[in-house]
């Protein structure tokens, strides 16, 4: 059973900044790529960021310029660094991994989600 678990959220002022983690655990597995969603009540569940096995990022244009992600292949974990932070940024924070080498299917791609993690950004 793969477990992905979320932490660093919180209550944080404009502007400032603060670091989302994510822990996978498991066992016969391997992580593709990894990532963030965010979600406000209503509304979709929206991509934030993204980073593969090889550390190859991509970033939402909204958090673009300001967010950066790297992850620990050894430890399963990637952390999401966000800095100048707006009123607009807070959301529940999803991580999500795409993970290969569960059986008896072990070529296939399975998605993953954690529990979430509140951010709000005061004004």
């Known amino acids: 059973q793969v477990q992905l678990v979320e932490s660093g959220g919180g209550l944080v002022q404009a502007g400032g900044s603060l670091t989302l983690s994510c822990a996978v655990s498991g066992s016969d597995f391997n992580i593709n790529t990894m990532g963030w969603y965010r979600e406000v009540p209503g509304k979709q569940r929206d991509f934030v960021a993204q980073?593969?096995?090889?550390?190859?990022?991509k970033f939402a244009d909204s958090v673009k310029g300001r967010t950066t992600l790297s992850r620990d292949n050894a430890e399963n974990t990637a952390h999401l660094q966000m800095s100048s932070l707006k009123p607009e940024d807070t959301a529940v924070y999803f991580c999500?991994?795409?993970?290969?080498?569960?059986?008896?299917?072990?070529?296939?791609?399975?998605?993953?989600w954690g529990q979430g993690t509140q951010v709000t950004v005061s004004s």
């Open positions: 980073i593969t096995t090889d550390g190859v990022t």
């Open positions: 999500h991994a795409v993970v290969t080498g569960i059986p008896p299917f072990t070529r296939s791609m399975y998605p993953f």
